[in-house]
């Protein structure tokens, strides 16, 4: 195969469909059209001179080529965010941008007072939240730093946990108060088989709890228990301040998640990481009331 010619974009492009095994998946990773993929794809291995792809009804195959090219894309993948991270690494200016990246509750419920405490202290740095129900590789520079519930193991990341998110049993309060009184007979919003913990916590606690309203969202469940579908088990941070919402009841159990926050190992030493870092592990800090649900309502900016 002749490599000569080729630049990072027809790897990028190459890598991104041998990872989503379709045009259409590869597409919306890169934030490109389904055509534009079908034709770097076409004019990569017609320069090749090579099949990389057997197409397949169900989507894209790597040929033996194709697994020979993903392998040595990879390593080149590695080697240049490996370098990126060195780079960084070393600038200690308290400047530039930080991408965040968390989920929708922390990204709604936890996050933007406290940015904009942080943006009023350290101007100079600039601030992109990306919010994301999947784990965005920090290895890889999708993201700087990742508030996450829950600490996922991975040698390169470092971090702290910065406080715990406490649960209860929420609810319009112009909902009946037998509903409110009694959550085994009352409607729910449920979560499916997202958010698995707390999921299965509700099953063993209320059996026979009816669900007549799913999501995958917190958020999204926040607003459908303001419009009164039925209770929900909602963070207490999110809940507490809604003035539309009482408490109906609390949950059976003392029921927390962990919250921490994370960042690359070759990050943490980088003058705006570092500062971002500190505040927010103190400004989460401050707020340990509401997040743990003793104090509804009292969120602290940072500093206060």
Known sequence: MNAQGQDWDDLRIFLAVARAGSLSAAARVLGVTHSTVFRRIGGFEARLGARLFDRMSGGYALTTAGEEMRDSVLRIEEEISALALKVIGQDQRPSGTIRITATDLLAVGVLPRHIAAFRAE??????????????????????????????????????????????????????????????????????????????????????????????????AAHAAARAGIGLAALPCVLADCDPELVRATSLPEDFMLDLWLLTHEDLRNTA??????????????????????????KMKPAGA
């Open 122 to 219: 350290w101007p100079g740095i600039e601030i992109e939240v990306v919010v994301a129900d999947t784990m965005l590789d920090l290895t890889r520079r999708e993201a700087d730093v990742a508030l996450r519930i829950g600490n996922p193991v991975q040698e390169t990341l470092v971090g702290r946990r910065v406080g715990r998110l406490a649960f209860a049993v929420y609810a319009t309060s112009d909902l009946g108060a037998g509903e409110r009184g009694d959550p085994a007979h009352g409607d729910w919003i449920g979560y499916g088989s997202a958010h698995g913990p707390l999921s299965r916590s509700l099953a063993r606690w209320w059996p026979q709890m009816r669900q007549v309203y799913r999501t995958n969202s917190i958020t």
């Open 272 to 297: 705006r990481v570092r500062i971002f870092l500190d505040f927010m592990a103190a400004a989460l800090a401050a707020n340990a009331d509401l997040l743990e649900g003793r104090c509804p309502c």
